[in-house]
């Protein structure tokens, strides 16, 4: 008795698996039946929406980075006097200076950067370098959504194997 017989016997009496017989194949040259079922692409949809939505949420929530994590990836530091663009933003939209006018809000402002030692060149390369990083990280995500899009065509391209009638044009998906 060989190994393999031996193994599968074994298996079969513990209930892994059910030896059955196998039909004798049909010639070649026979025609062969091919089962099919009608199915409607919504229920195709709702069947893969029932399996339910964790996974794509983590997936989503990982393309959804932060801003202070790109920025940290751009090697963007706070400068020793602790302004940042941001830290700008949220002071104009605080007491006392979110009811200020242009003109009060901003010698406010100036005179603020002043005492902490920061200089406005400081806080336009922090905005540049801030607006540059988003930027870098845009045009990853247009990449990484052109790839998407080139994958969901081919996709679609396999499906159309399988229907009678071609379902996909060479442009893109929308």
């Not at 008795?1 to 698996?17: C, H, P, T, V």
């Not at 009060?104 to 801030?130: F, H, M, P, S, T």
Request: charged share 30%.
């Amino acid at each position: 008795m060989n190994l393999a017989k031996l193994l599968r016997d074994i298996a079969d009496r513990l209930g892994f698996i059910r030896v059955v017989a196998v039909e004798a194949a049909p010639p070649p040259d026979a025609p062969r039946k091919v089962v099919t079922r009608s199915v409607r692409i919504q229920d195709l949809a709702a069947e893969i929406r029932s399996e339910g939505p964790g996974g794509l949420a983590a997936a989503i929530e990982e393309i959804a980075v932060p801003f202070d994590r790109i920025f940290e990836a751009a090697g963007i530091r706070v400068a020793p006097h602790g302004w940042t663009i941001e830290r700008l933003a949220e002071t104009r939209d605080a007491d006392p200076y979110n009811t200020m006018g242009p003109d009060a809000l901003r010698q406010a402002i100036l005179a603020r950067l002043a005492e902490d030692g920061a200089a406005v060149e400081d806080l336009v390369k922090d905005a540049v370098a801030r607006d540059r990083a988003l930027d870098e990280c845009e045009r990853a995500l247009r990449e990484w959504l052109e790839r998407k899009a080139a994958y969901e065509r081919r996709l679609v391209r396999a499906v159309a194997v399988l229907v009678d009638h071609p379902i996909v044009t060479e442009g893109p998906t929308e």
